[in-house]
């Protein structure tokens, strides 16, 4: 008897054996084929798009972006009619270096896979996308940074579509193959999309999630004495260019970017508060986008409360992408609700028909309406009266923050992000100008009110 | 009562059901290859086949009458992608499902009706050994083990695949019991059968066999995890398997290669990693649903028709299909397992236990190696890679289990039919 009990335990270890490999095997088709697919050593893609033409890529407008040219002889030529204007949205795609971006991400549309061919023998049509990109915004958001490295990304804050989304230095995708050994070697890595894929100390602007911390833990009426230097321990953090504001409340503190006052709320907060907070908005979390994103992050192993006062001011081990800060902006504008961001509207057949379509829904619920109100006011402020009012617009309420990021080696970082109108907002950009060296009131501000004025006066 | 239930579930439908698989199947090939009868004749040939099998297995009351259903969908699969690769390796299937048939038959009557099985450990292990000893000296190196034999230039097989059995056998006499007596008077049998399986291992190391070596030492592992009393010897084989598992890894190249190919087999994808690379690019392009029968690129796999046939499952019947396959596995295990529970012999339970561990484990070791869960080790999944040994070997440990099946079947039915006439009697 003892031994058919024994028996029965190894049929349940057999059992689990299996278990573990029809698991795997359907983990592995959820969240590992397609980069395993589009890896360049894969002779299928190819194949298969022999017999088919790759989908065309259009712009919100109906602009073309991507199309496949196939020539008499067969062979395919992947056109870029607007060249390095959306060369780190929607990559490239190479017979030689493989693909990247949307030509991965979305290759399976592109290519048609699942549609049924009538005709053997034909060449089929992939399927066709449309973004949400809008196409003269785009190009001005690109003429806006004028060639300095950094990212702009402009979102619509009650959907979470994009509307711009910029990254230099970039590349021409079209001829990939020609400059590929030049661009690899680049110091200045042109092939990092930095909207999506570059983390960087995200300086002030991050004050919108401390704030929206003090909101709810009721410390809104509080004052401080703000000698210009925050001290403890080791730490020592001075306000921009050193300036002592003396007695402050919050929403001055703000719209001043007092260092003093939020590394003292961050430091009372503490490690753990400070986390919450950052996790509500995304922070330590995965993005899930139409193109790859690298995950915003508290790169601390053990956080200490002088850690906090350092992560509250946008500094220390805290590390964002653009789009992460723009969306951080759009939650505020949306009333604290945070849209998941989506590069592409419908994917529809080649005569037009439409086969998916994406749905704006809620990623987080980062802040309470009222909490939400709150930070917008003191946003408001900082254009009005505070370090951002270079993003003024006539005739129209703008809110946004300005961040000077400082960097472990070489200059500062520039930042804004913001919105537009503030009572009903339809666009809200972030801009990070790399190693600028400016402050971000100064130089990055302008940069998005220019494009949310082009936006509004469309 | 057991009986009566086991009538009432009908093997009908699984039946018809099968032939429907088999009709579509090799009907959609057929197309699929510019109406070549070829296809159509191989599909009748497995479902003649099949019918043969089954209605002797039905009507010969050979024991249980589901694990052959569920083979023959193994073998339609398999044979239908053979096809599909290349006819040709289709029909030689046929040819040796016909052999596998016949080794069938004479494997269950001959373990039915012999019954000094368990006596013999001294000639399994002599066996063996002798298997083990050709093979070094006659042995071809094929995908870097030396585990073949060729006579002429016909036939070529892996004595290893016999060898299995013969372990199991030599295992189960002393499992059972029925090998009590020390061996030379001083090595009682626990330690024998110890050193026998450390013996072959030893062999199987000579030839590169990686596989086989998990799937014997498993066997060993499993079965005196379930027979030995004493837990000391036991953990004393983990430890040793430990310790020689990370001796390999330090000193054998071999064994490096093939950690390395599987942690990371993309930086080497045209060198060692493009054998799991190509398979992992299968199973990817087919999703869910796969590319469809004749619509997928498994060419591109290298030995797709026989270790890495799982890789073309999926591309073309897609995970889902391969999930599929994998359930079937697991439901002839499950079978297998209760034939194993049920058997009274103490030697056939062990038997058909280590029949069935080996079956399960075989399986498991080459889909997950062939989809990068574990490191890939060339062994052949049963009943559908394509091969001689291992369908005939398959095939033959099939009958064992069939003939375990049906002597239990008999006696219960045996003990039934005598209740029935006492209690007739005391009426």
Same mark, same amino acid.
């Given at each position: 008897?003892?031994?058919?009990?024994?028996?029965?335990?190894?049929?349940?270890?057999?059992?689990?054996?299996?278990?573990?490999?029809?698991?795997?095997?359907?983990?592995?088709?959820?969240?590992?084929?397609?980069?395993?697919?589009?890896?360049?050593?894969?002779?299928?893609?190819?194949?298969?798009?022999?017999?088919?033409?790759?989908?065309?890529?259009?712009?919100?407008?109906?602009?073309?972006?991507?199309?496949?040219?196939?020539?008499?002889?067969?062979?395919?030529?992947?056109?870029?009619?607007?060249?390095?204007?959306?060369?780190?949205?929607?990559?490239?795609?190479?017979?030689?270096?493989?693909?990247?971006?949307?030509?991965?991400?979305?290759?399976?549309?592109?290519?048609?896979?699942?549609?049924?061919?009538?005709?053997?023998?034909?060449?089929?049509?992939?399927?066709?996308?449309?973004?949400?990109?809008?196409?003269?915004?785009?190009?001005?958001?690109?003429?806006?940074?004028?060639?300095?490295?950094?990212?702009?990304?402009?979102?619509?804050?009650?959907?979470?579509?994009?509307?711009?989304?910029?990254?230099?230095?970039?590349?021409?995708?079209?001829?990939?193959?020609? !400059?590929?050994?030049?661009?690899?070697?680049?110091?200045?890595?042109?092939?990092? #999309?930095?909207?999506?894929?570059?983390?960087?100390?995200?300086?002030?602007?991050?004050?919108?999630?401390?704030?929206?911390?003090?909101?709810?833990?009721?410390?809104?009426?509080?004052?401080?004495?703000?000698?210009?230097?925050?001290?403890?321990?080791?730490?020592?953090?001075?306000?921009?260019?050193?300036? #002592?504001?003396?007695?402050?409340?919050?929403?001055?503190?703000?719209?001043?970017?007092?260092?003093?006052?939020?590394?003292?709320?961050?430091?009372?907060?503490?490690?753990?508060?400070?986390?919450?907070?950052?996790?509500?908005?995304?922070?330590?979390?995965?993005?899930?986008? !139409?193109?790859?994103?690298?995950?915003?992050?508290?790169?601390?192993?053990?956080?200490?409360?002088?850690?906090?006062?350092?992560?509250?001011?946008?500094?220390?081990?805290?590390?964002?992408?653009?789009?992460?800060?723009?969306?951080?902006?759009?939650?505020?504008?949306?009333?604290?609700?945070?849209?998941?961001?989506?590069?592409?509207?419908?994917?529809?057949?080649?005569?037009?028909?439409?086969?998916?379509?994406?749905? /704006?829904?809620?990623?987080?619920?980062?802040?309470?309406?009222?909490?939400? #109100?709150?930070?917008?006011?003191?946003?408001?402020?900082?254009?009005?009266?505070?370090?951002?009012?270079?993003?003024?617009?006539?005739?129209?309420?703008?809110?946004?923050?300005?961040?000077?990021?400082?960097?472990?080696?070489?200059?500062?970082?520039?930042?804004?992000?913001?919105?537009? /109108?503030?009572?009903?907002?339809?666009?809200?950009?972030?801009?990070?100008?790399?190693?600028?060296?400016?402050?971000?009131?100064?130089?990055? #501000?302008?940069?998005?009110?220019?494009?949310?004025?082009?936006?509004?006066?469309? | 009562?057991?009986?009566?239930?086991?009538?009432?579930?009908?093997?009908?439908?699984?039946?018809?059901?099968?032939?429907?698989?088999?009709?579509?199947?090799?009907?959609?090939?057929?197309?699929?290859?510019?109406?070549?009868?070829?296809?159509?004749?191989?599909?009748?040939?497995?479902?003649?086949?099949?019918?043969?099998?089954?209605?002797?297995?039905?009507?010969?009351?050979?024991?249980?009458?589901?694990?052959?259903?569920?083979?023959?969908?193994?073998?339609?699969?398999?044979?239908?992608?053979?096809?599909?690769?290349?006819?040709?390796?289709?029909?030689?299937?046929?040819?040796?499902?016909?052999?596998?048939?016949?080794?069938?038959?004479?494997?269950?009557?001959?373990?039915?009706?012999?019954?000094?099985?368990?006596?013999?450990?001294?000639?399994?292990?002599?066996?063996?050994?002798?298997?083990?000893?050709?093979?070094?000296?006659?042995?071809?190196?094929?995908?870097?083990?030396?585990?073949?034999?060729?006579?002429?230039?016909?036939?070529?097989?892996?004595?290893?695949?016999?060898?299995?059995?013969?372990?199991?056998?030599?295992?189960?006499?002393?499992?059972?019991?029925?090998?009590?007596?020390?061996?030379?008077?001083?090595?009682?049998?626990?330690?024998?059968?110890?050193?026998?399986?450390?013996?072959?291992?030893?062999?199987?190391?000579?030839?590169?066999?990686?596989?086989?070596?998990?799937?014997?030492?498993?066997?060993?592992?499993?079965?005196?995890?379930?027979?030995?009393? +004493?837990?000391?010897?036991?953990?004393?084989?983990?430890?040793?398997?430990?310790?020689?598992?990370?001796?390999?890894?330090?000193?054998?190249?071999?064994?490096?290669?093939?950690?390395?190919?599987?942690? +990371?087999?993309?930086?080497? &994808?045209?060198?060692?990693?493009?054998?799991?690379?190509?398979?992992?690019?299968?199973?990817?392009?087919?999703?869910?649903?796969? *590319?469809?029968?004749?619509?997928?690129?498994?060419?591109?796999?290298?030995?797709?028709?026989?270790?890495? &046939?799982?890789?073309?499952?999926?591309?073309?019947?897609?995970?889902?299909?391969?999930?599929?396959?994998?359930?079937?596995?697991?439901?002839?295990?499950?079978?297998?397992?209760?034939?194993?529970?049920?058997?009274?012999?103490?030697?056939?339970?062990?038997?058909?236990?280590?029949?069935?561990?080996?079956?399960?484990?075989?399986?498991? &070791?080459?889909?997950?190696?062939?989809?990068?869960?574990?490191?890939?080790?060339?062994?052949?999944?049963?009943?559908? *890679?394509?091969?001689?040994?291992?369908?005939?070997? *398959?095939?033959?440990?099939?009958? &064992?289990?069939?003939?375990?099946?049906?002597?239990?079947?008999?006696?219960? *039915?045996?003990?039934?039919?005598?209740?029935?006439?006492?209690?007739?009697?005391?009426?």
């Amino acid at each position: 008897m003892n031994v058919n009990k024994r028996i029965i335990r190894v049929l349940v270890v057999i059992a689990l054996l299996f278990l573990a490999l029809a698991s795997y095997l359907l983990w592995f088709n959820m969240f590992r084929a397609q980069s395993v697919y589009t890896n360049s050593y894969n002779r299928r893609q190819w194949e298969s798009e022999q017999k088919i033409k790759r989908g065309s890529i259009y712009s919100s407008e109906g602009e073309l972006l991507a199309e496949t040219e196939i020539g008499s002889d067969g062979s395919r030529i992947r056109r870029y009619p607007r060249g390095r204007l959306y060369s780190h949205v929607i990559g490239y795609s190479s017979q030689v270096y493989g693909k990247t971006q949307l030509e991965m991400t979305r290759d399976s549309d592109l290519i048609g896979k699942g549609n049924i061919g009538l005709t053997i023998g034909d060449i089929r049509p992939g399927n066709d996308l449309h973004l949400t990109i809008l196409d003269y915004l785009q190009e001005y958001a690109y003429d806006q940074l004028d060639g300095r490295h950094g990212a702009i990304v402009a979102i619509e804050p009650t959907t979470g579509q994009i509307l711009a989304m910029v990254s230099l230095p970039d590349f021409d995708p079209s001829s990939i193959e020609e !400059d590929w050994e030049e661009i690899m070697e680049d110091p200045d890595s042109p092939f990092l #999309a930095r909207a999506t894929r570059g983390l960087y100390p995200p300086g002030s602007t991050y004050k919108i999630a401390t704030s929206a911390a003090v909101y709810e833990n009721g410390r809104t009426t509080e004052t401080f004495d703000d000698p210009g230097v925050f001290k403890k321990g080791d730490v020592e953090v001075s306000n921009y260019g050193g300036e #002592a504001f003396g007695s402050i409340d919050i929403k001055t503190a703000f719209e001043e970017s007092s260092n003093y006052v939020f590394c003292s709320l961050g430091y009372e907060m503490g490690a753990d508060g400070v986390r919450a907070e950052a996790e509500k908005f995304g922070v330590n979390k995965d993005i899930e986008f !139409d193109i790859p994103t690298s995950k915003s992050e508290i790169q601390y192993k053990r956080m200490t409360d002088l850690d906090a006062a350092l992560v509250s001011i946008g500094q220390g081990g805290l590390v964002m992408t653009p789009l992460h800060v723009a969306m951080m902006g759009a939650a505020i504008a949306n009333g604290g609700r945070m849209m998941k961001p989506y590069l592409v509207e419908t994917v529809t057949t080649e005569n037009g028909t439409v086969i998916g379509q994406t749905r /704006p829904s809620v990623l987080y619920e980062s802040a309470g309406a009222a909490c939400a #109100a709150y930070v917008q006011d003191m946003m408001i402020g900082v254009v009005e009266e505070g370090t951002g009012t270079t993003a003024q617009i006539d005739g129209i309420t703008v809110a946004g923050k300005t961040g000077t990021a400082e960097t472990e080696s070489g200059e500062d970082h520039s930042w804004f992000v913001g919105y537009a /109108p503030a009572e009903s907002p339809r666009i809200c950009v972030a801009v990070l100008l790399e190693n600028n060296g400016t402050p971000g009131g100064r130089t990055a #501000a302008p940069i998005a009110r220019n494009i949310m004025r082009r936006f509004l006066n469309e | 009562m057991g009986i009566e239930r086991l009538k009432s579930v009908s093997y009908r439908k699984p039946a018809y059901l099968l032939i429907l698989l088999d009709a579509l199947g090799f009907l959609l090939l057929f197309m699929n290859k510019d109406y070549n009868l070829n296809v159509l004749y191989t599909g009748a040939a497995v479902l003649a086949l099949f019918l043969t099998m089954y209605t002797v297995l039905v009507l010969g009351r050979m024991g249980d009458k589901f694990i052959m259903l569920m083979v023959f969908m193994l073998i339609s699969i398999g044979v239908l992608l053979l096809c599909r690769i290349d006819l040709s390796y289709g029909f030689r299937q046929i040819v040796w499902i016909l052999v596998g048939g016949a080794v069938f038959f004479i494997a269950y009557f001959v373990y039915y009706k012999v019954k000094v099985w368990n006596k013999l450990w001294y000639l399994y292990f002599i066996g063996g050994t002798l298997l083990f000893l050709i093979t070094l000296v006659l042995g071809d190196t094929v995908n870097g083990s030396r585990n073949w034999i060729s006579i002429g230039s016909v036939i070529s097989f892996q004595p290893s695949e016999i060898t299995k059995i013969l372990f199991i056998m030599c295992l189960a006499c002393y499992a059972s019991g029925s090998w009590s007596k020390p061996v030379f008077g001083k090595v009682a049998p626990k330690w024998a059968a110890l050193i026998i399986t450390y013996i072959f291992v030893g062999f199987l190391v000579l030839q590169r066999d990686w596989g086989t070596i998990l799937v014997m030492f498993s066997i060993y592992l499993f079965m005196i995890y379930v027979y030995e009393p +004493d837990r000391k010897l036991l953990v004393l084989n983990i430890i040793a398997l430990v310790v020689i598992g990370l001796l390999g890894w330090k000193f054998l190249y071999h064994i490096q290669v093939r950690i390395a190919n599987w942690l +990371d087999p993309w930086s080497d &994808i045209s060198n060692r990693g493009y054998q799991i690379s190509q398979s992992l690019f299968a199973i990817a392009s087919g999703g869910y649903f796969g *590319s469809g029968l004749g619509n997928g690129s498994p060419y591109y796999i290298p030995l797709v028709h026989s270790d890495f &046939i799982f890789a073309a499952i999926c591309e073309e019947m897609g995970v889902f299909g391969g999930v599929a396959v994998i359930l079937l596995f697991f439901l002839i295990a499950y079978r297998c397992f209760k034939i194993s529970i049920m058997a009274e012999d103490p030697f056939d339970k062990a038997v058909s236990f280590g029949v069935t561990v080996m079956f399960a484990l075989q399986t498991f &070791i080459i889909i997950g190696g062939v989809t990068k869960m574990i490191p890939l080790t060339g062994i052949t999944l049963p009943f559908i *890679s394509y091969g001689g040994t291992s369908i005939v070997i *398959s095939f033959a440990s099939l009958g &064992i289990i069939q003939a375990i099946s049906a002597k239990t079947e008999s006696a219960e *039915s045996g003990a039934a039919a005598k209740e029935r006439k006492e209690e007739r009697d005391e009426r």
